[in-house]
């Protein structure tokens, strides 16, 4: 084992996105040094929990004195891999499929939906937002071995079917809107956005607000 | 404080309609009884954190013997107070906002999306999958006192003048694809969700199980 770092919470790692973003954001404003008090009131996360994420990652800073903009936009990066290009292929242009394209994470030029795939005939060898959509058949003659990650916005009835077929072609990294979970290589890393649980969550922390009160 | 139960972290909250799904498709499965071990195995949770979940509950089974599925389906549902359905407005009919309506979380009956509201005048006074989309102007004109819950598909920049003025109309819990966190009233519940973020986490543990490998 050369790593010795102690191992990261999967719910620290989730919230590395967003420190990162705050961090980039704070430096962009000339922002020297952050105490975790002031971060915790621009994100929202509470105080206790930025310092125990950021101790999890070594030596970030101390909070008495605040930690340094320029090591915490430094680390963050470093963890999220930012300086290379992420290509992404998408699975499935029905409405979602094709508001994700449109979009491409264009608030992110690092992460970029290279192409798309579709089964229906009357979806595909079109371009949307500039994004060529092949037929699903054809992912063979597409793929390359720099492109190791997947969006899927398939129906649930066709997930795993398709993610058999990613896996046999080098995608080891996944993010469905089926929420359905499937059985997957153990080199495989799928991450479902479930919207109707986010939804639920929601409304039971909002119920609970309202009893409190 | 009549409420005498432990108070419940929001990673357990989170799983809550993960287990409620699960358990609604085995009462339709016929299975009567389930152990954490198995239930693990169907859902990709660590049986350990189901027990502890399901503890903070109070006494939902012993999981040497099994829980009882009609006992969960019955806990889960009331906590997530699906008896009641819930009216939902969307706010922004661009192509993600437009996806949520064609769906409409049909999965799920008790949650419906029954009209939407747009700033641009070519996408009013049209329907999108039956749904009415009215001029966010006009918005006092369709409220009414059942409605409390929000989706937001709008620009970062529209977000906090919709809040604030959601907020005046009584609507206290919001879903919204614009991750950037906006100062709300104290009664108002906010769920961000942010797909650039959750394919940043996935991209992360993708590469650290391949490190590992």
Not at 71 to 79: A, I, R
Not at 204 to 209: P, R
Request: aromatic share 8%; net charge positive; hydrophobic share 40%.
């Amino acid at each position: 084992m050369q790593n010795t770092k102690p191992r990261v919470s999967k719910a620290t790692i989730s919230r590395i996105p967003l420190y990162y973003r705050a961090v980039v954001q704070l430096q962009q404003e000339g922002v020297a040094r952050i105490r975790s008090e002031r971060l915790s009131e621009i994100i929202h996360i509470p105080s206790a929990t930025i310092r125990r994420d950021f101790s999890s990652f070594g030596e970030l800073g101390k909070s008495g004195y605040g930690y340094s903009i320029a090591t915490l936009v430094e680390e963050f990066g470093q963890l999220l891999d930012v300086d290379s290009s992420e290509a992404i292929i998408l699975v499935g242009v029905g409405g979602l499929g094709r508001a994700l394209l449109m979009n491409n994470f264009r608030r992110n030029p690092d992460l970029n939906i290279v192409m798309a795939f579709d089964a229906d005939p009357d979806k595909v060898n079109t371009r949307i937002g500039g994004i060529p959509v092949y037929p699903f058949a054809t992912l063979a003659a597409h793929m390359n071995p720099n492109i190791h990650t997947a969006i899927l916005a398939v129906p649930s009835s066709a997930q795993t079917g398709v993610i058999g077929t990613l896996e046999a072609f080098g995608i080891n990294a996944i993010m469905t809107f089926a929420p359905q979970p499937v059985a997957c290589a153990p080199q495989t890393t799928i991450r479902y956005i479930d919207l109707t649980s986010e939804l639920q969550t929601l409304l039971y922390t909002a119920h609970q607000k309202m009893k409190v009160r």
